[in-house]
């Protein structure tokens, strides 16, 4: 009797399994971050007010600060919100921050909750950012009066963007979709590394790693800047305009929104910095381009320009840092992205690599790109990136893909399908004019 | 002949852990199949298994922690754990993984779904 109860027991459990049976989810092992800069960070004040007919929650844990706003008329979903790049040098480089979901008032307004971590610590850490991130449902939950949500959406801006590709590649199940806002990715330090190769090669300047500051501010003094380019400085503009995605709108104004022109500028991995970021870069596969009526030839950068090889031991599928390794594309869930043509800091050229990795994986069909022409960087305007996340909702509600750009094509007019609304001065500079003076 | 597998399926709950264990048993594992914690590292150290199926919430002493000694030990460091959660909440998948945790599956958990988890834990292993 005693075995055949166990055996209709195990027969019952078999049944149930059977009919559970989800999506395969073959969590993955999960990801090893960057560790954070070593020094003491100070914890700031998360405190905040909730909006009319929502409650805030607030503090400390594990992961930094958190904030999390539940509306009262709260739908069962949760938006999980990653903030971008916050430096780790200078007089607050210590305190942590914690802010809001940039769509805040449409979340709340709609029914969504949503939740943001100030990470445990500042710097470049978009692996810690994941991990600190995805923490907070558990936090949430336990706000919630034990409620948890039934589907969680993994959002964020700049690094924070970053972070959302990563989550979104590396737990690929754990999410029921993800909006990354101008994301950044690993490649973006290979942009950084080839502008400073260029540079090197129009300047005559070669950085050293033991005079690096002194050596950018001398490039600095030959270039000019915006508005005051030298001849060396236009050719650089030209290259890294081509370099990021080539000439489209308001390339020019991105170059000179918050000093990117010359920040653009980083010789640190060429020069031999040994931190996990620098010795994953790599140049080698970059091809210079250039206006040539400017006075420079694509051919002598490409022969001339300073390279650097990936170093393998950090830029590897196999670890030990999944943060610094390119996106392999095999997305699971909806992923949709939003970026301007006139970002220079994180530029275009991302999404490219992004959608090539998708595509290669076969996953195309899970990933929409926007394209929005704006001046600098993660500028979006309040209907932008509402339509973007309700655009994602409705994708995974009901399975519609939404529309999206062709970030691989020609992008001199790009942007036109979904920029709401134009910028004044729409289209701004979108190339280096030869004859243009200071 | 190839050696069957070894896995150690650590579940409090009886059925579950019955119908898990006859599954993979049928599939050529050899299971060894206990209801705690504490039954857990026992045999972790003694059955030599490559995998431990663990469900992380135990009555005794917990899945993280019984994750968390097993890595920090020599002699069970290697030993690949698949982690079983209650929810497929990412806070979740980020506690099985800080705990040392290899791979992570939530409940309710298809066995076919824990069958290939453990035929690749077994294939990095080796």
Same mark, same amino acid.
């Given at each position: 009797v005693r075995l055949r109860a166990l055996t209709l027991a195990a027969a019952t459990a078999l049944i149930a399994f059977a009919f559970t049976?989800?999506?395969?989810?073959? +969590?993955? *092992?999960g990801i090893t971050p960057?560790?954070?800069? =070593?020094q003491e960070w100070q914890p700031g004040d998360p405190t905040f007010d909730a909006l009319p007919g929502a409650k805030a929650f607030f503090g400390a844990y594990d992961g930094g600060l958190y904030k999390i706003e539940i509306p009262?008329?709260?739908?069962g979903e949760l938006a999980l919100y990653a903030h971008g790049f916050v430096s780790?040098?200078?007089?607050? /480089?210590?305190a942590l921050r914690v802010g809001n979901s940039p769509i805040r008032e449409h979340l709340i307004q709609e029914g969504y909750a949503w939740a943001a971590s100030s990470y445990r610590c500042n710097g470049y850490v978009p692996g810690q950012g994941l991990l600190d991130t995805m923490a907070l449902t558990e936090l949430f939950t336990k706000s919630n009066g034990g409620r948890a949500p039934r589907r969680v959406y993994l959002t964020g801006t700049s690094m924070g963007g970053h972070v959302t590709l990563l989550g979104m590649h590396e737990?690929? =199940?754990?999410?029921?979709g993800g909006l990354a806002m101008c994301p950044a990715g690993p490649e973006l330090f290979d942009f950084f590394a080839a502008t400073a190769g260029a540079a090197e090669v129009i300047t005559g300047v070669q950085a050293r790693l033991d005079t690096l500051q002194a050596d950018v501010a001398r490039m600095s003094e030959l270039l000019g800047?915006?508005?005051?380019?030298?001849d060396k400085g236009r050719q650089l503009a030209s290259v890294e305009i081509q370099i990021s /995605?080539?000439?489209?709108?308001f390339a020019m104004e991105g170059l000179a929104s918050g000093g990117r022109?010359?920040?653009?500028?980083?010789p640190a991995a060429l020069a031999g910095s040994t931190t996990p970021s620098n010795r994953a870069?790599?140049? =080698?596969h970059i091809k210079y381009s250039v206006d $040539?009526?400017?006075?420079?030839t694509a051919d002598a950068l490409n022969k001339t320009a300073r390279r650097k090889a990936l170093d393998p031991e950090v830029r590897? @599928?196999?670890?030990?840092?999944? $943060?610094?390794?390119?996106?392999? !594309?095999? &997305?699971e869930r909806p992923t949709l992205t939003m970026h301007g043509t006139?970002?220079?800091?994180? *530029?275009?050229v991302l999404e490219q690599s992004l959608k090539r990795a998708v595509a290669a994986a076969g996953k195309d069909g899970l990933l929409a790109q926007r394209i929005y022409r704006i001046a600098?960087?993660?500028?979006?305007?309040q209907p932008e990136m509402i339509k973007a996340f309700d655009d994602l909702i409705a994708w995974v509600h009901k399975g519609t893909r939404p529309a999206g750009d062709?970030?691989? !094509?020609? &992008?001199?007019?790009? /942007?036109?399908?979904? =920029?709401?609304?134009?910028?004044?001065?729409? @289209? /701004? +500079?979108i190339r280096v004019a030869a004859d243009a003076k200071p | 002949v190839t050696p069957a597998p070894r896995v150690l399926l650590v579940e409090d709950d009886a059925a579950t852990r019955e119908g898990y264990r006859q599954y993979l048993t049928g599939c050529g594992m050899a299971v060894t199949a206990v209801a705690n914690g504490y039954e857990a590292l026992m045999h972790a150290g003694s059955a030599a298994p490559q995998v431990i199926v663990l469900d992380?919430?135990? *009555?005794?002493?917990d899945g993280w922690e019984v994750a968390r000694r097993l890595k920090s030990a020599p002699g069970t460091a290697a030993i690949r754990i698949i982690a079983l959660t209650g929810?497929?909440? *990412?806070h979740e998948r980020v506690s099985a993984m800080r705990a040392g945790c290899d791979r992570h599956l939530a409940k309710p958990c298809a066995p076919g779904d824990l069958l290939a988890a453990i035929r690749r834990c077994v294939g990095e292993s080796t």
């Open positions: 049976t989800r999506p395969v989810a073959l +969590g993955r *092992p960057v560790p954070c800069p =070593t009262d008329n709260w739908n780790n040098a200078g007089a607050q /480089g210590s737990f690929p =199940t754990a999410f029921a800047k915006p508005g005051a380019y030298t /995605g080539g000439p489209r709108p022109f010359a920040g653009n500028i980083n870069v790599m140049t =080698t $040539e009526r400017l006075g420079l590897n @599928p196999m670890g030990p840092y999944d $943060e610094l390794v390119p996106f392999d !594309g095999r &997305l006139g970002d220079l800091f994180v *530029p275009i600098g960087h993660c500028g979006f305007s062709d970030v691989n !094509g020609d &992008l001199s007019n790009a /942007g036109l399908t979904f =920029t709401n609304p134009l910028r004044p001065n729409d @289209p /701004g +500079g | 992380l919430g135990l *009555p005794d002493i929810s497929d909440l *990412p």
